[in-house]
C-alpha cells in the first residue's frame, strides 16, 4: 500500500470516529431522575464520565446507596446502560434504555420487578481528563494493625501536566510523575522518616468522586482508597463593626406607691 492510500484510510479512520466522540460528550454529565412504576416514583442521581480513551462510566445515587452502571453506550441519540444493586446479598440489575434530546433522556427501564417509565434532565456537564481528577482527596491507606487517613491535593499545571501535593500524619511528601490515563491515576510518592527514604508506586482507578488503588514498593502493596473533598462553603462575611448601643441607665430607686386618701370618718 502506497503513502497517499495509507493516508487516505486514517483519515477516514477519523472521520468515522469523530462523531463517536463527540456524541459521547452529550451524555457525559450529571443526570437527575425520575422513575415511575405502579404508581411510585422514585429519583435518582446519575453521573457520567468519558476517560481519555472515550470509555464512558457511571454510577447511580439513591437514598440506598451508591452503585455502578455498566455497559453503557450512546449511538444515533440513543442511551443504553445497566444499573447494578446488591440487595441482601443479592445482584438485581436493570436495564436502561433511553432516547436524548435537547438535554432531557426519556426512555424505560427493565428489571426484576417489571419495566417502567423514566425520564431524565442534565443538571451540568461533567470534569473531564485532567480536569476530573483535580482537587482535594482525603486517603486512607492501610497499614499494618491500622489505617493512615492522608490528604492529597492534585493541581493542574499551566502546560496541563498534574502535580500533587501529600500531607500525612509524618509530614509532607514528595509527589512525582503523576499521570492520569484512561481512567487510571499513577504517582511516585517520595518521603523521609528517620533520615531514611522511602519511595513507593501508587496505581488506582478513578470513579467518580472515588478512587480506588494501591501502594507498591519494596516493603510490599499496601490498599489505599480516596474520596474527593467537597468544597466546603465559605463562612458569611463579618458586618464592619459598629458602635455598640448606649448601656441602658441603671435602675433608680423604686418610687413609693401613691398614698391612698383617709376614708372619711362616720359623723
Do not use: H
Not at 443526570?31 to 457511571?58: H, N
Not at 440489575?93 to 417509565?117: D, M, P, R, S, V
Not at 463593626?241 to 433608680?252: I, L, Y
Amino acid at each position: 500500500m502506497n503513502t497517499k492510500a495509507i493516508v487516505a484510510v486514517v483519515v477516514l479512520a477519523c472521520v468515522a470516529l469523530a462523531p463517536v466522540v463527540i456524541a459521547a460528550e452529550g451524555v457525559v454529565g450529571e443526570w437527575e431522575f425520575k422513575s415511575q412504576m405502579q404508581a411510585r416514583t422514585s429519583t435518582a442521581t446519575m453521573t457520567i464520565t468519558k476517560s481519555a480513551d472515550g470509555k464512558l462510566a457511571g454510577t447511580w445515587s439513591t437514598q440506598r446507596g451508591e452503585s455502578q452502571l455498566s455497559d453503557i453506550t450512546f449511538e444515533g441519540g440513543k442511551v443504553k446502560f445497566v444499573q447494578t444493586n446488591n440487595f441482601g446479598g443479592q445482584e438485581m440489575k436493570t436495564n436502561y434504555e433511553g432516547a436524548l434530546e435537547g438535554g432531557k433522556l426519556k426512555g424505560t427501564g427493565k428489571g426484576q420487578f417489571g419495566e417502567f417509565a423514566f425520564d431524565g434532565a442534565l443538571q451540568g456537564e461533567a470534569k473531564t481528563g485532567a480536569d476530573a481528577i483535580v482537587g482535594e482527596w482525603q486517603v486512607n491507606v492501610n497499614v499494618p494493625a491500622r489505617e493512615n487517613v492522608e490528604k492529597l491535593t492534585i493541581t493542574k499545571n499551566a502546560d496541563g501536566t498534574l502535580a500533587g501535593k501529600w500531607v500525612g500524619q509524618r509530614g509532607e511528601s514528595k509527589i512525582s510523575n503523576m499521570k492520569f490515563e484512561g481512567g487510571k491515576l499513577t504517582f511516585i510518592r517520595t518521603s523521609e522518616f528517620g533520615g531514611r527514604i522511602m519511595e513507593s508506586e501508587f496505581e488506582g482507578t478513578v470513579e467518580g468522586d472515588s478512587i480506588k488503588g494501591a501502594f507498591k514498593s519494596d516493603r510490599g502493596n499496601r490498599d489505599a482508597n480516596a474520596t474527593r473533598v467537597s468544597a466546603k462553603s465559605e463562612p458569611p462575611k463579618a458586618e464592619p463593626n459598629k458602635p455598640a448601643p448606649p448601656p441602658p441607665p441603671p435602675p433608680g430607686p423604686a418610687k413609693p406607691a401613691p398614698k391612698k386618701p383617709d376614708a372619711p370618718k362616720p359623723k
